[in-house]
């Protein structure tokens, strides 16, 4: 009530849709609720169950709980290494659980890189044979068990949905009535997994089993962990790479209600707050002085000086097969250079962290695709030994590799250490993307000559950061990045003679890190892009073109045919739009996209039609790899057309989605995703979509106004009418 008259009820809807245009904004804090009880991850009990690994867990109810050893963070994992497992356990789907395991490099290591880490696209590439075995022999101990109680051969028994049957007199019981007896079978060696033929939940279309609770409001991400007695905090770090903290006057900011505490570190500034408006204006109240230091005078074209004149050295031979110099001293001459630049992650969950610090333990509630490097690196910041510390993972708000690195969690655990209560730590969006860990800038030099309308010699380099140096050190040998070459080194083409260098070069003071799509997001633009422009230069068209050079590579070419017929190439467009094609082999998936788009006389770009055809081996989920490929295209093109970070006086000048934009709804064209039927073993899907879009793109781009674009993202003053790169 207002000046004794009664206000209308105001509905979300008419807010949301209306409410917002009365040209003001209510800042409040709702109370705390203890939304979350510590500890918040249930711990892995084997008590009284049947554990036969680390990874399945049955009760006497037949409660069936499958351990993750990877996260989720939207990609569908807790659903695909269910299926997975499930499928050789012959376990009931409808009463599946998932649990996501706690730290332990040990027992859920990823098979590829010895650490307990998501990424690459490889959760199931790694973990396709080491968990259908797991499950096998799981089955095989309750097949046993059942067997020995009814005193037959285990062979005359079969397994299904959950229940161990003996045709021959009618028995069944459920693995819930089997599970003690189970524990005590020896777990048989070398048991046989099923022939494909034989799947049951491999291959079809699954619910996803974390859907559910996201609609429903139950899932909990990092973000969402509320603790008894918690406080909130938020940073302000130095503005420019490598600066320090100076002076701070605090006196005005602790006046403020809510304001419990100054942390003052040595490159970042904390304020803990009662709620996170209390945070976010004492931390607006505070004056900091920073010592910025010696990169406070960095720019972008700094950057780029310094790559490009790096890239004009020699690099370290990444694979050289041929004559290459002979190769490239005949035939119709072709030189071209592409450039990318920084990208930032800008999850759309911010960057958080909540941590509690007691005299002898640490107990950590986050989202993180690197567990136990965030309890390793905790440990540190803490100054506890290594299992004094507690890591509570949960559901990602997306990560696309900025979650593969601590960062986040040793300033909340600093933070944490000055007080006696939990911190939820979390970053502004706008100190999430000026202090990412950004893709690196690249630049990608390519020579080669055409020999009667094919590639005779091929020589590739790229120059740009080597994040595995840093990262993973063991995995950067001879002066070679594996992940900067990754979709140059196996470029499906039927190059004689072929040659791929490295450059490594570390941007100036700017951290570099892994960004979806990794290295390929880099290399197949670059190879793409320069198919085109041979093609043209051969005189034939684009995929005609390709396909006269993919005779050793049939899964590449069904995929190239199929996406040919099924997005209409060839047929006629109307003026200034055209069809772009790409083709990878990147994580171990073949992928063949088409993305038709029209250019006005501005430059402007419509994205008319996409369509990819993907060969991923065996798909575990098809919807899955449906919803990814649309999702990565979106995620690439959205970096092709807006994706750039700039630097002037060494501080990142984009701050929210004001400037570092998305592809909005009305954006996005009508998407066909074409799942191939295959019995090769499955590929990586998450990160594929994300290197087809941008060189479709530019290809639709060239083939519409002849502009031969060579940097991203797209420069739409040279796409205007009359306008010639």
């Keep these: 009530m207002i000046a004794g008259k009664t206000l209308p009820a105001v509905s979300r809807r008419s807010l949301l849709t209306g409410g917002l245009a009365t040209g003001f904004l209510l800042a409040f804090h709702l109370p705390l609720r203890a939304a979350v009880n510590e500890p918040v991850q249930p711990p892995d009990s ?46 009931d789907w409808s009463k599946v659980e998932v649990q996501h395991a706690p730290p332990n490099d040990k027992l859920y290591g990823n098979p590829t890189f010895g650490l307990q880490v998501t990424g690459n696209s490889n959760s199931i590439r790694a973990w396709w044979l080491p968990l259908r075995k797991a499950g096998a022999t799981a089955r095989a101990m309750l097949v046993q068990a059942a067997a020995s109680q009814w005193g037959v051969e285990p062979a005359s028994c079969t397994a299904a949905k959950g229940e161990v049957a003996h045709a021959a007199s009618g028995r069944k019981l459920g693995y819930g009535a089997l599970a003690l007896a189970a524990q005590g079978q020896t777990p048989p060696k070398d048991v046989a997994v099923k022939d494909p033929k034989d799947f049951v939940i491999i291959g079809q279309p699954l619910k996803r089993l974390d859907t559910p609770d996201k609609v429903n409001g139950k899932a909990v991400y990092g973000i969402d962990a509320i603790l008894p007695g918690m406080k909130f905090a938020t940073v302000a770090a130095c503005p420019v790479f490598g600066g320090k903290v100076g002076k701070v006057d605090d006196s005005a900011a602790v006046k403020l209600p809510g304001v419990r505490k100054v942390v003052v570190l040595d490159d970042m500034v904390a304020v803990i707050g009662d709620h996170m408006w209390a945070a976010k204006k004492g931390l607006e109240a505070l004056k900091i002085e920073w010592n910025e230091g010696p990169n406070a005078q960095i720019t972008t074209k700094d950057v780029w000086d310094d790559l490009r004149k790096a890239s004009a050295k020699d690099g370290a031979v990444a694979k050289s097969d041929g004559d290459i110099a002979k190769a490239l001293a005949s035939g119709d001459k072709f030189e071209a250079a592409y450039e990318l630049p920084f990208l930032a992650h800008a999850s759309m969950e911010p960057i958080n962290a909540t941590v509690h610090v007691k005299p002898d333990s640490c107990e950590i509630w986050t ?315 499955p590929g990586g899907i998450g990160e594929a979509g994300v290197n087809a879009g941008p060189p479709a793109l530019r290809n639709a781009i060239y083939a519409a106004t002849g502009v031969a674009l060579r940097r991203l993202p797209i420069d739409r003053k040279l796409l205007a009418a009359g306008k010639k790169a």
């Design 46 to 91: 084997t008590d009284g169950k049947f554990a036969p690994n680390a990874f399945i867990r049955i009760d006497e109810t037949g409660r069936t709980v499958l351990m993750m050893p990877q996260v989720e963070m939207g990609q569908g994992t807790y659903t695909s290494i269910s299926a997975v497992l499930a499928e050789e356990l012959d376990a």
């Design 367 to 681: 989202g993180t695709q690197i567990m136990t490097r965030v309890q390793s690196e905790a440990a540190k910041a803490a100054g506890l030994p290594v299992d004094r510390v507690i890591v509570n993972n949960h559901l990602l708000g997306g990560g696309f590799g900025r979650k593969l690195e601590p960062d986040m969690v040793i300033a909340a655990v600093k933070i944490a250490k000055q007080v006696d209560y939990p911190v939820k730590v979390v970053w502004t969006r706008e100190e999430d993307i000026q202090h990412d860990v950004y893709r690196p800038v690249y630049r990608d030099q390519i020579s080669a000559s055409l020999v009667d309308g094919k590639v005779a010699g091929w020589k590739y380099k790229v120059a740009g950061s080597a994040v595995l140096a840093r990262w993973l050190p063991p995995a950067f040998q001879k002066g070679i990045d594996i992940d900067a070459v990754d979709a140059a080194v196996d470029a499906p083409y039927d190059f004689a003679n072929f040659h791929v260098e490295y450059v490594r070069a570390e941007p100036l003071s700017i951290p570099t890190g892994f960004w979806r799509g990794v290295g390929p997001n880099n290399n197949v633009f670059a190879v793409e892009c320069a198919m085109d422009e041979l093609a043209r230069k051969a005189g034939k068209d684009p995929i005609e073109f390709r396909r006269s050079m993919l005779t050793k590579n049939p899964r590449m070419l069904a995929v190239l045919n199929q996406v040919a017929e099924k997005s209409g190439w060839g047929q006629p467009l109307p003026a200034r739009a055209g069809r772009g094609i790409c083709v990878q082999p990147s994580f171990a998936s073949f992928i063949a996209t088409v993305v038709e788009a029209e250019i006005d006389d501005f430059g402007e770009i419509t994205l008319r039609r996409i369509t990819s055809v993907v060969d991923t081996g065996i798909a575990v989920n098809p919807d899955t790899v449906k919803a990814q490929i649309e999702g990565g295209l979106i995620f690439g093109l959205t970096a092709a057309l807006y994706g750039e970070i700039t630097i002037d006086k060494g501080r990142v000048q984009q701050s929210n989605f004001h400037d570092y934009r998305m592809m909005r709804i009305n954006e996005t064209p009508k998407v066909e995703v074409i799942v191939v039927k295959s019995g090769e073993a």
